[in-house]
């Protein structure tokens, strides 16, 4: 069955720092990517999106991911951190069966960023 | 754009009552819209798509019944939870598509709904 894999489920970092959050996919054909991201109270916003194209794509707010489809990854990125992306993130595969479209989620990764 | 809207925000009913729960795409037409539940600290788990003028498509396990789904119009879909337990408390959520052909559609969040059955 198509999964979605995040592998830090908590991650602390200290404003300024890098962040990594690894997004593996099980899933043989075409796909479509996603980073969404919740932020405490609120709802789910779209980060960045890969359909096609530049595997590297680069989202709002300095975020950005990169698609390795030999790794079935797609790694979300950002070179420097502040407090207000403490958050919780999401990627999700799309799949296409039966006639619609069906998002499946990570488990998630909050981030708690220290200023 | 692309702004999703949920009504209401939080609801605490009786056991036994229902509860609708309205989803509304503000600034674009949906042809599909989609329902989820979300448990405190876990992810979304899908219950069931709806489409505009048909009957909504249930996940396994997500009783049809309990859970009944209207998409009255391409901005408007609407979750009612019958005769609601306290198991059915959650957070609800819904999602618009942006209908693109294939699998190329994306989804634009709701706020969710936040119900707590008594």
């Known amino acids: 069955a198509q999964s979605v894999s995040q592998h830090n489920h908590h991650v602390i970092l200290s404003e300024a720092a890098s962040l990594e959050l690894g997004c593996n996919y099980s899933?043989?054909?075409?796909?479509?990517l996603f980073w969404y991201v919740q932020y405490p109270g609120q709802h789910l916003q779209l980060l960045l999106k890969?359909?096609?194209?530049?595997?590297l794509v680069k989202g709002i707010k300095g975020f950005e991911a990169e698609f390795i489809k030999s790794k079935f990854s797609f790694n979300l990125r950002k070179p420097s951190v502040q407090w207000s992306d403490t958050a919780e993130y999401f990627c999700?595969?799309?799949?296409?069966?039966?006639?619609?479209?069906?998002?499946?989620f990570g488990a998630g990764t909050r981030l708690a960023v220290h200023p | 754009g692309a702004v999703v809207s949920q009504h209401p925000s939080r609801v605490i009913c009786k056991s036994g009552t229902s509860v609708k729960i309205e989803c509304r795409s503000l600034?674009?037409?949906?042809?599909?819209m989609f329902w989820y539940r979300q448990f405190p600290k876990k992810s979304l788990m899908l219950m069931a798509t709806?489409?505009?003028?048909?009957?909504?498509?249930?996940e396994q396990g997500v009783e049809k019944d309990k859970f009944l789904i209207n998409h009255a119009s391409l901005t408007l879909s609407t979750l009612t939870v019958t005769s609601a337990h306290p198991e059915d408390s959650s957070f609800y959520i819904c999602?618009?598509?942006?209908?693109?052909?294939?699998?190329?559609?994306?989804?634009?969040f709701g706020p969710g709904t936040r119900l707590l059955v008594l």
């Open positions: 999602s618009a598509g942006t209908g693109t052909s294939g699998n190329r559609e994306t989804q634009y």
């Open positions: 899933y043989g054909g075409t796909v479509n």
């Open positions: 890969y359909f096609s194209g530049d595997p």
């Open positions: 999700a595969v799309i799949l296409f069966s039966g006639g619609y479209n069906k998002l499946i």
């Open positions: 600034d674009f037409q949906a042809t599909t």
């Open positions: 709806s489409n505009e003028g048909s009957k909504a498509t249930y």
